[in-house]
């Protein structure tokens, strides 16, 4: 259904100058790497708090916010830098059932990010069970961690 | 001065290691979860710098982020050392000539030497840190230092599989 778009981002003058540079994929692979890890390091750090652990001296909020920009602009520097990778290899990342699945995972964890976990990071502390910040951390960590070793077994597995 | 290579050969020539090069999921798994640890692992040691430069965190004490981020440090950082030692072990041949393995070395261990030093200059004090104007300076130099170095680590470490300098 989406092949004539995968046809197209092939097709991106980006995506030629991509194949044809040796350095250019790999440098771009390595920096998406380093901004995954402070992505990730911005999600952990909050979720270590959600579940009760971590920084627990602030409250939930207030790492959150603190966090929040941490994950913005690592967020666009993993889209930056995952963008041109796609349309490179599009054409055989349609046919790799691996990069669906992360994709699937990637817009649930975003969805997720943005409202659920938001809403009971910055809500009212004492009017949430305990359990709840503490199920909303373990599921925020379960979907970024998978998002993330989907991520590097595309590699192995397409 | 007596060469390492027959050493490398021999761990090579292993059962052990030559039923992961050549198994199919071997490598990958074990890759795969040496990356998961060490983002985890990274990931809350930029936090932490992040924090010692002044650019994220500020409302909390200094010393407070630092105690309460350390125990999960330590806890990725462990597989994330042994998952790296076992993939060295499985193709020892292939690395210890490759630039950029060598340069993720040494990037490393300038990286875990300027924790030691920070640590051991400002540990005595840590009760301190947040209002010591000088710890602050320490602080920040030791912050960007870091960020500097855990990034060349990264940065030279996904490079590892491109053989760009044979």
């Not at chain 1, 889209?79 to 990069?99: E, K, M």
């Given at each position: 259904m989406l092949?004539?778009?995968?046809?197209?981002?092939?097709?991106?003058?980006?995506?030629?100058?991509?194949?044809?540079?040796?350095?250019?994929?790999?440098?771009?692979?390595?920096?998406?790497?380093?901004?995954?890890?402070?992505?990730?390091?911005?999600?952990?750090?909050?979720?270590?708090?959600?579940?009760?652990?971590?920084?627990?001296?602030?409250?939930?909020?207030?790492?959150?916010?603190?966090?929040?920009?941490?994950?913005l602009?690592?967020?666009?520097?993993?889209?930056?830098?995952?963008?041109?990778?796609?349309?490179?290899?599009?054409?055989?990342?349609?046919?790799?059932?691996?990069?669906?699945?992360?994709?699937y995972l990637l817009a649930a964890a975003v969805l997720y990010t943005a409202t659920l976990r938001r809403g009971v990071a910055v809500a009212d502390e004492g009017h949430l069970p305990s359990w709840v910040p503490k199920a909303v951390g373990a599921v925020s960590l379960a979907l970024w961690m998978g998002v993330t070793i989907s991520g590097r077994l595309i590699t192995y597995y397409g | 001065m007596p060469s390492i290579v027959p050493a490398f050969g021999w761990l090579e020539g292993l059962a052990w290691t030559t039923a992961l090069r050549e198994s199919p999921f071997g490598y990958p798994l074990i890759e795969t979860s040496h990356v998961a640890c060490i983002v985890v692992f990274a990931g809350l040691v930029i936090m932490m710098d992040?924090?010692?430069?002044?650019?994220?965190?500020?409302?909390?004490?200094?010393?407070?982020?630092?105690?309460?981020?350390?125990?999960?440090?330590?806890?990725?950082?462990?597989?994330?050392?042994?998952t790296g030692i076992l993939l060295f072990c499985v193709d020892p041949l292939r690395y210890y000539r490759n630039v950029f393995f060598l340069a993720k070395l040494v990037f490393l261990a300038l990286a875990g030497l300027n924790a030691l030093a920070f640590h051991l200059k400002t540990y005595r004090r840590v009760e301190g840190w947040d209002e010591d104007p000088q710890v602050t300076a320490i602080a920040r130099l030791a912050g960007v230092a870091s960020l500097l170095l855990w990034s060349l680590t990264i940065v030279s470490s996904r490079l590892i599989p491109n053989n760009w300098f044979k």
């Open positions: 092949l004539p778009f995968f046809q197209w981002c092939d097709g991106l003058a980006i995506s030629q100058a991509y194949r044809d540079s040796t350095y250019l994929f790999p440098l771009t692979q390595a920096l998406h790497v380093l901004a995954v890890t402070v992505f990730v390091g911005a999600i952990v750090i909050g979720d270590l708090r959600l579940l009760g652990w971590g920084p627990v001296g602030q409250s939930r909020a207030s790492i959150t916010r603190s966090a929040g920009s941490i994950l602009w690592a967020g666009l520097a993993v889209l930056l830098t995952g963008i041109p990778q796609f349309t490179t290899n599009a054409l055989t990342y349609h046919r790799s059932p691996l990069f669906v699945f992360k994709m | 992040l924090r010692l430069v002044g650019l994220a965190f500020t409302h909390a004490p200094l010393a407070q982020i630092q105690r309460r981020l350390f125990p999960w440090q330590m806890a990725t950082f462990v597989p994330s050392t042994a």
